[in-house]
């Protein structure tokens, strides 16, 4: 059976979870809690199998695989159904460009660990963090719906009527986005996709109020 070692709030672990429902492979929930003793991925044990000590980390039979999106395209090449992306090369490198806005030029700004580093060593104020966080999503966010509108893909989901890689990197920055109460309305094309795939038993499965280690 697959291994995932996640945190139920962990964006990149999110969109892995995402994958292994949408594809409903079984698999082993080994929690990582990113908060708690310092930070457990901060401990020799979870050192020893990420060096880079970040959530998620999969396990394969004697396989290790790190960085979400690179475990979400193994997952898809071995696991081919349902498909998370499209077929065409053109097509593909679409929804690969939406998926990377979201885990390139929005995430890492708002990651756990650069938020701690500006409160705890920057000495950046909570309301000053706060604020940063909403302005790096809610910029991406502009960028991501002009993308989506213009170009002129999207149905249900991001591209046509079937969840794809962009769409499970979607979801957890919505997500994101509503814990620190930005209005995601602003942003229509945006919400109705993201109505659209928390319809799906897989993505309700995979929301990190569903994990086992959920707070």
Not at 12 to 40: D, M
Not at 44 to 53: F, G, L, N, V
Request: charged fraction near 25%; proline fraction near 7%; hydrophobic fraction near 40%.
């Amino acid at each position: 059976m697959l291994k995932l070692y996640s945190y139920f709030r962990s964006s990149a672990s999110y969109r892995v979870r995402i994958a292994l429902e949408l594809k409903g492979l079984p698999y082993e929930y080994v929690p990582v809690h990113l908060v708690r003793e310092g930070g457990q991925q901060l401990k020799p044990e979870y050192r020893a199998i990420s060096a880079d000590a970040l959530v998620p980390t999969l396990i394969d039979g004697d396989h290790t695989l790190q960085q979400s999106l690179a475990i979400v395209e193994y997952l898809d090449e071995v696991h081919p159904e349902p498909k998370l992306l499209p077929g065409t090369a053109l097509d593909r490198a679409y929804v690969r460009g939406l998926a990377l806005e979201i885990a390139c030029e929005i995430h890492p700004l708002n990651n756990l660990r650069v938020l701690k580093y500006l409160k705890h060593t920057v000495g950046t104020a909570e309301e000053v963090k706060d604020a940063w966080y909403r302005h790096w999503i809610e910029l991406g966010f502009g960028s991501l719906q002009t993308n989506l509108e213009r170009g002129g893909k999207a149905g249900r989901f991001c591209f046509g009527d079937t969840p794809t890689l962009a769409d499970i990197c979607l979801v957890p920055q919505v997500f994101n986005a509503q814990r620190f109460n930005i209005d995601v309305g602003r942003f229509p094309v945006i919400a109705k996709i993201y109505e659209a795939c928390m319809e799906l038993p897989a993505f309700q499965r995979a929301q990190p109020g569903s994990q086992p280690d959920a707070e």
